[in-house]
């Protein structure tokens, strides 16, 4: 004759207690990832198939027709996109390049202990905190014709200034645009560079002084080469974020004079929410998303592929 044993609930305890210990790390990050998926893959699948049928809310609230690859044809071969994209790798590639040069040139000066310096590192933090879309309103006034000080300071060191001002000629407003990125973003490499500067050990700059190592070599050979992960990384999210750039091109230029400061960002505003073309600029959204992508893989392939974690 066959018996059988019930369990009691708290024999349970012991396995559950250890099921929730092992799988702690999942069940704490799950909400995130699940708000990721909602926020993040939802948009972008609906974006996918909406780019493949005309529809323009102009039009009717449903799409019209299946289209297949023509609305990415129409972006490709539409002269504003390309445009558009031209002026958006030029701002994040030149961007991230000079506000990396000058945040660590500015990060260096900072650990020279210098009378004042706590005043300028607090003082570093505030073009940062400031919203974009108020930045592009102070420099709007700042490179006014009429009397912008920018303007007035260029024509006081005998430097030409367009008749129509900075932002209304074709050959100086993106580059009033770039002045005011460099502006307000140097000082995030700046901070984030001086801290990872000041994780460097003293023992091994101290047994560089001693061999007798010049400040360049220490620069060159152990401070850069150590914070070299840090660097690597805040260029790529810088990256990804001017080349979203948006709210300053319209406050700024809108996208004018013509196309010269047309950014994919204003581009896909425009055709999303004031020509209200969805087809056409989810087919746009999603060649932004894969060049930024390939871009970035590219980078982070080549940036860490020598690298030993």
């Known amino acids: 004759m066959h018996t059988t044993t019930v369990r009691s609930p708290r024999a349970f305890g012991p396995a559950r207690k250890s099921f929730i210990r092992r799988n702690l790390p999942y069940l704490l990050i799950a909400p995130s990832v699940v708000m990721l998926l909602a926020l993040i893959a939802y948009p972008l699948l609906f974006a996918l198939r909406s780019s493949f049928y005309f529809w323009n ?95 007035w300071l260029l024509q006081s060191l005998w430097l030409p200034v367009p008749a129509q001002g900075i932002l209304g000629s074709p050959s100086t407003a993106l580059a009033a645009i770039l002045f005011v990125d460099i502006w307000q973003w140097t000082p995030f490499f700046a901070i984030v560079l001086y801290a990872s500067l000041l994780a460097v050990p003293d023992e091994i700059l101290e ?81 932004t998303v894969l060049i930024v992508n390939v871009i970035v893989a590219l980078y982070v392939f080549f940036a860490f592929r020598n690298e030993e974690w």
Do not use: H
């Not at 650990?111 to 004042?116: F, H, Y």
């Not at 047994?207 to 060159?220: G, H, P, Q, V, Y």
């Not at 152990?222 to 790529?236: C, G, S």
């Open 57 to 151: 809310l102009q039009i009717g609230p449903e799409p019209l027709q299946f289209v297949g690859f023509e609305n990415y044809v129409q972006a490709f071969n539409a002269f504003d996109f390309r445009a558009a994209l031209t002026n958006t790798l030029i701002l994040s590639i030149l961007g991230t390049a000079l506000e990396f040069i000058f945040g660590l040139a500015i990060a260096l000066i900072l650990l020279k202990a210098l009378p004042g310096m706590n005043i300028v590192r607090a003082l570093l933090i505030l073009p940062t905190t400031i919203a974009p879309i108020v930045v592009g309103f102070l420099f709007r006034y700042l490179y006014d014709p009429g009397g912008g000080l920018l303007s």
């Open 207 to 287: 047994a560089a002084r001693l061999d007798r190592a010049s400040a360049r070599t220490i620069l060159m050979r152990i401070k850069l080469p150590l914070i070299k992960r840090t660097a690597i990384i805040i260029v790529m999210l810088r990256f990804m974020q001017i080349f979203n750039t948006f709210d300053t091109v319209l406050v700024l230029t809108r996208g004018g004079p013509g196309t010269s400061t047309r950014t994919l960002g204003y581009s896909l505003y425009e055709q999303g929410l004031v020509n209200f073309n969805i087809g056409l600029v989810s087919a746009m959204t999603w060649i």
